[in-house]
Every structure is written in C-alpha cells, then in structure tokens.
C-alpha cells in the first residue's frame, strides 16, 4: 500500500512541476530555435593568410558578434592590437569575420571564441572555432651560411675591362673572378629587367644584353666552383619613365611641386611601379622564370621589388574586403580615389591600428604574389627574393617568414638607404623582432659612398664601414631564444638556428664597388665584406682560421712587414695554408708578399709578416691580408682588413 502511495506520489509531484519546467524550457530557449555554431574556413593558416570565420544561426536578437583570438586560454591579439574581432553579415544567414595574426605569431593550435551580444551588451549565445597557425621549416636547399656578390647593371660588360683581382687582366670573365677570390657561395646576376629607355614590349620586355648574358655568366661561375643565380625585377622597371607598356600601375598620394614650390593639396599620381594586381606583368614574370627554371646554368632564382610601389593605394579595395572591413556604407560604390582618401586619410592620421593592418596586408598581398609565380612557373630551383630592412621590412609591405612561408628558401635582407645613424637604429629594431631560425636570412649591404657616412668617424675610409656593417649584420641582427621544436632543422644548421647569427652575407654590388666607389678601389670594398664573412664563417664552424692585421713594420722604401696572426680555430690540423698581403688603395702584390705555413694545430695561433708595397703611403691606406689552404677552392679562403687613421696613432695597449 505504502508502495502505491510513493509511486502515485511521485506522480503527483510530476504534475505539480511540469508547468514549471514548460516555463525554463520557454525562457532558455530562443524562439527561432536556432544555435550558433562558428567554423574556421581553413584548419591550418600559413603566417602570410588572413584567418577567415563564419558563423552561422546567429540569434535574431544580435546587435554585434564578436570573436576573441585565443592561445592557451589566453588572448591572442592581432596585428592591430585589438583583442576583438567584429563579425559582418556575409548574406544567406552568414556571418564572417577576418583576423590578422601579428608578426612573427607564435606557431600551434589557437581559437576564435565567438559571443553573440545583445543591443545591452548581454551574451545570448557562444561558440568557439579551433585553427591552427603553420609556420614553414627554413629551407636546406642552399649551403648554409651563404655568401654572395652581386651584380646589378644594364651596362655592357663585354667591353667594360673590369679590372681583376690581384692584377688579373682586365675583361669580362673578372665579374665573377671578385666573387671567387672573395671566397663566394654564388654569384647573383640582374638577369631580367625592363626599362623605358631600351624599347621594351609588351611581347619583349626584357634588357634583352642581360639576358643573353645569363648562360656566359653561369658557366664561368661553375668553372669557378661557384653556384649562379638570376633575379628578375619584378615589379619596378628602370629609369625616370613608364615603359610604353599596358601595365595597371601602382599609385602614391603625393604634394606635387611647382616653381620650387610644394604644394599644400595631395594630388594621386601614378608611379613607375606596376601594380601587384597587374595580370599583365604577373604573365611577364611567370614566363621569365619559366625559362630561367629551363636553363641548365642557373642554380638559383631571385625576385627582387616584390612589393608595392610608393603608396600602393590602388590596391584599397582588395585590403577592404579581405580584412572584411566597413569603412562606410556603400564603400565600394564609391570611387577609387574616395576609397584611397579615406585609406590615406587614416594613415596619416596615425591611426596607428589601420598602419599596421595597412603594412601587414600588403605583405601578406606581396607573398601570395610570390607564390603565384613561382607556382605558376614551375620552379623547382631554390628561390629567393629580396626584401627592404627598414622595420624589418614592414614598412614597405614585406616579411621574410612571410615570404618563407610562401615559397622562399632565403631572403636577402637589403640593409640599404641608411647613414650611420639610420643604420644603428635598424640593427635596435631587428634585434628586438626578429628571432634567428625561423627563416633563412642573408643580409645585405651597398657599396654606395653617399650611405656610408659615419658622423663618429668622418674620415672613415668607406669600404671599412661597409665591412663593419656587414660584422654587424652577421653578428647583430637577431635575437635568439631557440632551439625551435616546431621547426627542426637539421644538425648541420643547429648553430645558425640558435646563436643569434645570420644565414649569410651578401655584397651589393660590383658595379658600385668599381665605378661608383667614391675614390677606393673595388678590391677594398671586396675585402671589406669577406673579411666579415670570414668572421661569420669562424663563429659558426664553416672556417677553421681567422686572421688578424697589424700595423704595417717599414723595412724599406715604400715596404713593409704586414703582421698577421693566424688562428686555427677548429679541432682539425690545417695543412698547406698560405697567408699573404692583399693589394688595395695605393698597395700592391710584391715579392716575399706570400707566406707558408706547413701545419696550423688546433688552437694554435702563429704570426708571420707577409711584405706589403705600399706607394703613396699615407693615412687612407687599408692593410688587407688573405689566406688559402686545402685545395684553394672559394670556400677554403679567410680574409682580415685594418683600419687605422692616423698612422701615427699608437696600437692599443701601447704606453705613450
């Protein structure tokens, strides 16, 4: 009895809490039925991709929907700061949004946790969507750390003489006998550009000389134990005008001048730069490293200008639209310079998080269009391309874990347009970005006078401040906290990837050392940068010696003892090593200028005193001093330069 007392009891009890529960159901359930659910477009994004998210059964009572980047529970701020990303409606019941990851973003599994708020601010619903973000593992497709001359000309140097090294004839074969003596990787070469002047076409609009020097080149360089590269200048041509050409070119917001007048109105020009939205172009690149994929002789392929030009602006469509931006309605119904006014209005207004979008995109937009090429060229050969140091090229719209990302197995960092002073604060903001390892990185420095002014030193001949920026670069330009398990590299590579160090150097270019020197020799500026690849070399086990020069002994007229010490800094017994003087300004080769050194031990320094001849003998002069050992190949050579002014100045360490 008792039993069907509680079992009609909880019946009853049944029945007296059912409009209750009708109630809960009632108010937690929204009256459309629907649930939000959000949903990544991609699983994995590479560093250079817009994360795109959709949402869909987003509640009816909306007034924003929002998505926090999250890593680890924590918030992932994107490349402008902000921690929220705002949802746009997309159309069919659809939402997106689009979020830039920021710079060098740290590489794994991340969420976009997505609130859909009331007009109160009050969450109705949340729903979260897992990505990934991918970085790829630097390339071991080059010889690592590199080293390489450069040569970039329209000029003809089959009748040009370049002089040679150490007294060489003069001829055209000396182009890449300075990259050998210098103890270069390769030898990078200007292959493809386009220029007004030389009439180019639509059917041809290549510097057809520097073509047909491609396979000349290449061969001498092998022959020379070297490896060749050709670059293509992409989307910059040549010289003070617009080929006549059909390109979509690129444009710049500019305050023109008139009678030595600027004026106070910008007006938006176009530039000499083709537009990265220049299908035209894009076809002219596409076919040039098609056929240089095909030609035996080339090792390497280059881009160089893969950025937008000055401004960029007219590419303020597509920057919109891929950040899923709302400037105002019918944005896109206005014309393109409304459009580019309000973009140019932002930036200079400092809205400091439209500048870093605005920088970050068009990275993003230039290494999408690197991999567009190389792709739809077939390239197979390592690949390369050149990007601007200033702000670790963000400034200009590019980034080399970008660029890696997108199919670059190096970048040869341009450390270009910089006094000394411009340059320091170059190296502050590499180093405190830029963290070793996660690209190979080949930084560059210019044999150009008018750049190489050091207001501490005024008197500083240029060819020992280029050296000295180039140590820098080598030895200054990263930071390192690896080893990076994300990214393993192979043994070979694990000191480059965790000592701070560079991938390499490179020498910008011959043309400037010879005849835009500004009163040196082109063997000084040479010297100068092996001279500090020689120290890179050192530090990362790929030389066994390093040299060190001494002020010159006199000994006779116009001859002089050139103290060099000489270090093996390996673990091996280095044979058959030479040392000798090098000639630069106002110096030459001599006799007793070499000598041998039959057996170096580990750790063993000797110094010998090589004879240098030196006419002229005044304060300008750069002692220089080489040595050979092995097989004399380029890669068996080190090389030491001194600076001194005056001569009379005492040797450190000296008493008065």
């Not at 997309?90 to 973003?105: I, K, L, N, V």
């Not at 170059?426 to 420095?445: C, F, I, L, P, Q």
């Not at 200054?476 to 192979?490: C, K, M, Q, R, V």
Request: net charge negative; with cysteine.
């Amino acid at each position: 009895m008792r039993v069907i007392l509680k079992k009609h009891g909880f019946f009853l009890l049944g029945i007296l809490l059912l409009p209750s529960l009708l109630i809960f159901l009632l108010e937690t359930t929204p009256a459309d039925e629907s649930r939000l659910s959000v949903t990544a477009g991609q699983e994995a994004y590479w560093r250079y991709e817009v994360v795109e998210v959709f949402a869909e059964g987003v509640p009816v009572d909306t007034a924003e929907l929002v998505g926090v980047p999250t890593r680890d529970g924590e918030t992932a701020p994107g490349v402008d700061g902000r921690d929220e990303v705002p949802f746009k409606p997309a159309g069919e019941g659809r939402w997106r949004c689009c979020w830039a990851m920021p710079w060098d973003p740290e590489l794994g599994d991340y969420e976009l946790r997505v609130e859909a708020r009331d007009a109160a601010g009050a969450v109705l619903q949340s729903a979260a969507a897992p990505f990934s973000i991918r970085g790829r593992a630097p390339s071991t497709s080059v010889k690592l750390p590199h080293f390489a001359l450069t040569l970039e000309t329209d000029a003809d140097y089959f009748t040009a003489g370049l002089a040679g090294p150490r007294l060489r004839v003069p001829g055209w074969k000396n182009v890449i006998a300075w990259a050998e003596y210098a103890g270069a990787d390769s030898f990078w070469f200007g292959a493809a550009l386009t220029k007004a002047a030389y009439g180019p076409t639509a059917d041809n609009p290549w510097f057809q000389p520097n073509v047909e020097l491609v396979p000349l080149l290449a061969r001498e360089a092998h022959r020379a134990g070297l490896e060749f590269g050709a670059w293509i200048s992409a989307f910059f041509p040549y010289g003070a005008q617009r080929p006549a050409i059909d390109y979509a070119y690129s444009r710049n917001y500019v305050f023109p001048e008139k009678d030595g007048q600027t004026s106070d109105k910008g007006e938006f020009w176009w530039t000499l730069n083709a537009s990265l939205n220049c299908e035209l172009r894009k076809s002219h690149l596409i076919e040039m490293a098609r056929r240089l994929e095909a030609e035996p002789q080339v090792d390497y392929i280059g881009l160089d200008y893969i950025r937008t030009g000055p401004g960029g602006y007219e590419l303020v469509g597509d920057f919109v639209r891929e950040l899923n931006l709302q400037p105002w309605d019918g944005f896109f119904a206005s014309t393109i310079e409304e459009q580019m006014t309000w973009l140019v209005m932002q930036l200079r207004g400092r809205n400091q998080a439209m500048i870093n979008l605005w920088q970050w995109w068009r990275a993003s937009k230039a290494a999408r269009t690197l991999k567009e090429v190389k792709e739809e060229a077939g390239v197979t050969k390592p690949f390369w391309c050149f990007t601007l140091g200033w702000e670790m090229g963000h400034q200009h719209g590019q980034d080399v874990l970008m660029m890696t990302d997108a199919g670059a197995d190096f970048c040869a960092v341009m450390l270009y347009d910089a006094t000394r002073n411009e340059w320091d604060g170059m190296m502050t903001d590499w180093k405190e970005a830029y963290r070793d390892g996660r690209a190979n990185v080949v930084a560059g420095v210019i044999a150009d006078p008018p750049q190489l002014t050091n207001p501490y030193n005024p008197r500083a001949p240029y060819p020992l401040e280029m050296g000295d920026r180039a140590a820098q670069a080598a030895f200054d330009l990263s930071h390192s906290t690896g080893p990076w398990p994300d990214l393993p590299a192979p043994e070979a590579y694990a000191a480059l990837r965790s000592d701070g160090l560079t991938e390499g150097l490179f020498l910008h270019d011959l043309e400037r050392m010879a005849y835009r020197n500004g009163g040196w020799w082109l063997a000084d500026y040479v010297i100068a940068g092996a001279a500090a690849m020689s120290e890179l070399r050192a530090a990362t086990g790929d030389c066994p010696v390093t040299l060190e020069v001494h002020r010159p002994e006199p000994v006779g007229a116009f001859l002089f003892d050139l103290p060099v010490d000489v270090t093996n800094v390996s673990d091996q017994t280095v044979t058959n090593l030479e040392v000798r003087s090098e000639p630069t300004r106002h110096s030459s080769v001599t006799v007793g200028g070499t000598v041998e050194i039959g057996e170096l031990a580990p750790g063993e320094t000797v110094t010998v005193r090589p004879r240098w001849y030196a006419y002229e003998y005044t304060e300008e002069h750069a002692p220089a001093a080489g040595a050979v050992w092995g097989t004399r190949s380029p890669n068996e050579r080190a090389f030491a330069i001194r600076y001194q002014i005056p001569w009379q100045e005492k040797e450190e360490g000296e008493g008065e």
